[in-house]
């Protein structure tokens, strides 16, 4: 079936360090892709998608593109924040639910 | 415009009892999802409804655990009898019409514990 598979972690990186977290998917079809976020003690929320092969998605300086060739939609930010501190989530969609991976935690040192 | 609101935010309870969780989804929102993330095996959809009407359920123990949805407004997850393993955060989320796939909004979360 449909999945998604994304870098474990801990990711632990310096402020202003530049960042990726790999996503890779598996699907039948072209579904939309998405990166959402969760804060410490809070739900998750949409931080960017993209709906078609080669489309970016971008915000809070977050983007990351749809490449159907190697099936990944990697998340990337050129200088990261202490508030950005979190948990990510990739995830596609497939019928009328969005298929979510494990998530990789993100701790950025002051 | 208020957010997805869920109560109560944290439940202690001891196993074999009742548990109720509730959820207001956004207003105008026709999709309506249950989630429960824990460490081991992360977020996972229990349950979702489309226009009040279980859509898929597949995620859900059904021995123990009943969804509903009266109205377009509430929504309840129950647990009976309650387990230990059953200790995690559930989430509600909602989505606008025609967007149930695209874009979910979700709640602050219930921290269940059961002892």
């Known amino acids: 079936g449909d999945s998604v598979t994304q870098m474990e972690g801990p990711v632990t990186l310096s402020e202003e360090a530049f960042l990726t977290i790999n996503c890779t998917y598996t699907?039948?079809?072209?579904?939309?892709l998405f990166w959402y976020v969760q804060y410490p003690g809070e739900g998750l929320q949409l931080l960017l998608k993209?709906?078609?092969?080669?489309d970016k998605g971008s915000n809070k300086g977050f983007e990351a593109t749809y490449r159907k060739e190697t099936t990944s939609f990697h998340l990337e930010k050129g200088s990261v924040q202490v508030s950005d501190s979190a948990v990510y989530f990739c995830?596609?969609?497939?019928?009328?639910?969005?298929?979510f991976g494990k998530g990789t935690r993100l701790h950025i040192l002051p | 415009d208020a957010g997805v609101i869920q109560s109560p935010r944290h439940e202690v309870t001891e196993m074999g009892q009742e548990v109720t969780l509730r959820c207001k989804p956004i207003?105008?929102?026709?999709?309506l999802f249950w989630y429960r993330q824990t460490m081991m095996q992360g977020l996972e959809l229990l349950v979702y409804?489309?226009?009040?009407?279980?859509?898929?359920d597949s995620g859900m123990p059904k021995d123990r655990f009943s969804a509903k949805m009266p109205n377009a407004s509430f929504s309840t997850l129950k647990i009976q009898p309650s387990e230990p393993r059953d200790s995690a955060v559930y989430f509600c989320?909602?989505?606008?019409?025609?967007?149930?796939?695209?874009?979910?909004?979700f709640g602050p979360g219930t921290r269940l514990l059961v002892l």
């Open positions: 995830a596609l969609n497939r019928d009328d639910k969005i298929i």
């Open positions: 993209a709906t078609k092969a080669d």
């Open positions: 409804f489309n226009n009040k009407a279980v859509m898929d």
């Open positions: 989320a909602s989505s606008p019409p025609g967007e149930g796939k695209e874009t979910q909004y």
């Open positions: 699907a039948t079809g072209y579904p939309s």
């Open positions: 207003s105008g929102h026709d999709y």
